[in-house]
């Protein structure tokens, strides 16, 4: 267990159970989280251990055996050498590193291994290759969404593990004592981990806010989102119990839609992006339009240049974007709407775009409790690349990047209601 943290709706330990049910054999998931997760702070691992107990719970209650496991006793050879299973079972993740580390297993294991794209809702596979726009995703998925969007079974394991236990660490162990991690960035007191919470947002925006997602989701001022996205990154919960929800929900079709579309067409895009190109969080995965727009304007004059501590700091003349940076920072999260100002406005001020680019993914995956996450990278893409977007008309320092302004928004929400939300209790720095 890995990108999928959660005992329940979850399809690797489901094909799991299945085939140790037609071996009558017993079923260990194992857990063992590392300190060296590229990026990866106190703040996104105190959300993550939040989030043992449930899955211990929902483990056990399908009469398999949680095994969880601290750096350095995290070996995975160590343990199948105790246990001697007979297959072992992972599920994907199209990050790089985390995709390396499969590798590696799948090279080192002297048993059958298999991985299961556990969190989207349409099998990665299908796509095949990088798409660039939205709909030719959303026309592939159309006729696919009621084969995928159905119940789990969530079967139990026949057969217990029986005689001594592997050995396992208690779910309340401090996983990061003696750790050598960053500790510069406070847990977020805004999300607690773990699928409990994230079934009770669930509700929570299918039953209060659904019903007007069309028409508040870009209000960030009113918050009318789900806010899940630090469960789905950390795999709390996933997209298919998300859609299920939806798709029962007491809402008007036209904002189930809507939701969905964001959900699955958009969401499992970014995954798409991340699979197949290797410069998902680099400048150089912008396509040969952008490429040469960026170019011919990156001399252009900036009215404003700061520095990456000054916009970590949130020291600019600018009090939206601080606002939106002041938010990210306190509560690890911002709103999908401020996140594309936020990082266009980077691009804006920096000495140049590659700058930009490297300064968003790095302030991004720092603070954000779903940073180091496809969505994440699928949007700076958006922002500053033009990634997924058309070209705009020319104008200084974006070229045809499409712009946002601080004007602009205003005329969409309330921004002065947003301002005194996120800075009314004064500046964290």
């Known amino acids: 267990m890995q990108r999928s943290q959660r005992g329940c709706d979850n399809h690797a330990l489901d094909v799991a159970i299945r085939e140790a049910n037609a071996r009558k054999l017993p ?39 949680f095994v969880l496991r601290r750096y350095p006793d995290h070996s995975l050879e160590k343990l199948i050498a105790e246990v001697r299973p007979a297959l072992l079972i992972g599920d994907e993740n199209p990050m790089r590193e985390p995709e390396h580390w499969r590798e590696v297993v799948a090279k080192r294991v002297k048993l059958p291994f ?53 050995e396992s660490i208690p779910p309340d162990t401090d996983l990061t004592s003696g750790w050598q991690i960053d500790r510069s960035v406070a847990p977020s007191s805004a999300f607690a981990g773990g ?18 997602y069309s028409v508040d989701r870009n209000h960030p001022e009113i918050d009318g989102t789900s806010r899940l996205s630090p ?16 798709k029962n929900a007491r809402a008007p079709q036209k904002e189930k839609d809507a939701f969905l579309d964001e959900l699955i067409t958009w969401r499992e895009l970014a995954i798409n992006f991340v699979k197949y190109n290797p410069d998902y969080d680099s400048i150089e995965n912008a396509d040969d339009w952008a490429r040469n727009s960026l170019g011919e304007h990156a001399r252009d004059p900036r009215e404003h240049v700061y520095t990456e501590s000054e916009l970590e700091r949130a020291e600019t003349h600018d009090e939206l974007w601080n606002a939106a940076h002041m938010q990210m920072v ?59 977007d058309r070209a705009w008309f020319d104008r200084p320092v974006f070229g045809k990047i499409r712009y946002m302004s601080a004007n602009a928004a205003a005329k969409k929400f309330d921004t002065m209601q947003y301002i005194q939300q996120q800075l009314g209790a004064g500046r964290l720095f």
């Open 27 to 65: 079923v260990i998931v194992f857990f063992a989280p590392v300190p060296f997760y590229p990026h990866a702070n106190v703040r996104h691992y105190t959300l993550l251990q939040q989030g043992i107990n449930d899955i211990q719970r929902d483990v056990e209650a399908r009469n398999c055996t």
């Open 195 to 212: 699928t409990s919470g994230a079934l009770r947002l669930l509700h929570e925006f299918t039953t209060r806010k659904l019903k007007r």
């Open 231 to 246: 469960y789905l990154h950390f795999g709390h919960i996933g997209p298919v119990t998300v859609a299920l929800a939806v």
């Open 114 to 166: 298999l991985t299961v794209d556990a969190d989207v809702v349409v099998p990665s596979s299908v796509l095949g290759k990088e798409m660039y726009a939205a709909h030719h995703v959303r026309t592939k998925f159309a006729p696919l969404l009621d084969e995928f969007i159905v119940p789990f079974e969530n079967p139990c394991a026949k057969v217990a593990w029986s005689g001594k236990r592997p």
């Open 330 to 388: 306190r509560d690890g999260w911002m709103h999908n709407y401020m996140r594309m100002y936020w990082a266009k406005k980077i691009l804006e001020w920096s000495k140049s775009p590659a700058h930009a680019y490297n300064t968003a993914v790095r302030l991004n995956d720092k603070y954000e409790l779903d940073g180091r996450d496809p969505n994440g990278y699928s949007g700076i893409a958006w922002a500053i690349t033009g990634k997924h």
